[in-house]
């Protein structure tokens, strides 16, 4: 019996051991195969293996299970599990809940865990621990960085080599706030207005995508900058008129 088979029959055993319905064998197989892959791609996000293949695995169970649950299914050790389940639950995306009563179980509920099921949500924190833990960090070496090349540069006028690293590190680091604040702000957008968002992005073709940031190349940063302020300031009722409005002049004036 391969790796795989065993790890199945062990699932589907210790669901019967708690009195629940076992998993379907397919189903279960396509589980592990998707948790293994998730996992894989888990240290390409930043985030370990283990907790990657825990947290897909409770996605796709879409029920709480308990740590022996999920432990058993993924062949995991108990330390690895309980370390994995923690792991995911402070990153935001598996919550804690009651055990659900298991037929012909006594005595009180234990813990369970259960992934977060709005996928907007937990990407959201996912983004958010990832800035905290990865991009914070960053951004502060590099103006250490930059702060020491400036200063050697200022003690040493006539070294072109050091001047043109404080000149280069002074502009990524400008580059890496910008990029910093632009990912800060998706943790910061309600899930429904996230993923409204995505939705009327992927509405609209590459090419009038593409044009429209030709078009904002071409006009004075001033000018865009209050178009985006005055439009922000509406109210709902009166940016509804105003894009109804907008779109018939730009269509009159474009004929």
Do not use: C
Request: net charge neutral; proline share 6%.
């Amino acid at each position: 019996m391969n790796d795989k088979r065993a790890t199945v029959k062990t699932q589907v055993s210790g669901a019967e051991t708690g009195g629940g319905p076992p998993p379907s064998i397919g189903a279960e197989a396509i589980r592990l195969k998707l948790a293994e892959a998730w996992g894989e791609m888990g240290a390409a996000w930043g985030v370990a293996p283990a907790i990657a293949r825990v947290h897909a695995y409770l996605m796709a169970r879409q029920q709480p299970l308990t740590e022996r649950e999920v432990r058993e299914a993924l062949g995991l050790s108990h330390r690895a599990a309980s370390l994995a389940l923690a792991e995911a639950e402070s990153w935001g995306i598996v919550e804690r809940v009651q055990e659900p009563r298991r037929v012909g179980r006594r005595g009180p509920a234990g813990a369970a865990y259960l992934a977060v099921g709005d996928h907007w949500r937990w990407f959201g924190r996912v983004v958010a621990e990832r800035k905290v833990r990865e991009g914070d960090p960053i951004i502060g070496v590099i103006e250490r960085t930059a702060a020491e090349a400036s200063a050697a540069s200022a003690a040493a006028p006539d070294d072109p080599e050091l001047a043109g690293l404080s000149e280069w590190l002074a502009a990524f680091l400008v580059f890496v706030r910008l990029f910093d604040r632009a990912v800060g702000l998706v943790p910061q957008l309600e899930p429904r207005e996230l993923e409204r968002s995505l939705q009327l992005l992927g509405r609209i073709p590459d090419e009038t995508i593409l044009r429209l940031f030709d078009l904002l190349g071409a006009l004075p940063d001033d000018d865009v900058l209050g178009l985006v302020d005055a439009v922000s300031r509406l109210s709902p009722t009166a940016a509804r008129r105003a894009t109804k409005l907008m779109s018939g002049v730009v269509r009159t004036v474009s004929r």
